[in-house]
């Protein structure tokens, strides 16, 4: 009974990554391929399930950055996205506690804060934009 339903969830989990390539159930299909194979061997239930878990575990923590890192290598930035890391100009003065703040990139006018709470930056200054929040760019002094 316990092989059977290994091999199931392998298929399931199969499938699922074939449709959704989120590269997050790959690791666990490899996890119950693992306990397939411990309970086609003979092992308890309770060893399957706890080697399925550590090796799932373990797959995930250990080699999707790797695998994320290989397989989104040609991946478009959107165009939120693609604005981390160039120059903004300050054009309200960025108080983060206030909830105030404007600043503008490639010509487009954009609601601007810091990760510093107490920060504020001047009108007129220029930042690097180090995120984006929702609609507000995360921005930090550019280092002179």
């Known amino acids: 009974m316990g092989t059977i339903f290994w091999l199931i969830l392998f298929v ?11 590269l997050t159930t790959i690791w666990f299909a490899g996890g119950a391929a693992l306990a397939f194979v411990l309970a086609f061997v003979g092992f308890d239930l309770p060893v399957q399930v706890i080697v399925f878990l550590l090796a799932s575990i373990l797959l995930l923590v250990l080699t999707r950055p790797i695998a994320v890192k290989f397989f989104n290598k040609e991946r478009q930035r959107t165009n939120a996205e ?3 890391g160039q120059k903004a100009i300050v054009l309200e003065k960025i ?4 909830g105030v703040g404007r600043a503008e990139v490639n010509g487009m006018e954009w609601s601007a804060k810091t990760d510093e709470p107490e920060e504020t930056i001047e009108a007129g200054e220029i930042v690097v934009i180090e995120g984006i929040q929702g609609v507000k760019l995360i921005v930090k002094k550019e280092e002179v």
């Not at 399931?12 to 989120?22: A, H, P």
């Not at 108080?95 to 206030?98: A, K, Q, W």
């Open 95 to 98: 108080d983060t506690l206030r």
């Open 12 to 22: 399931v989990l199969l499938i699922i990554e074939i449709f959704t390539m989120g």
């Open 82 to 84: 693609s604005l981390i």
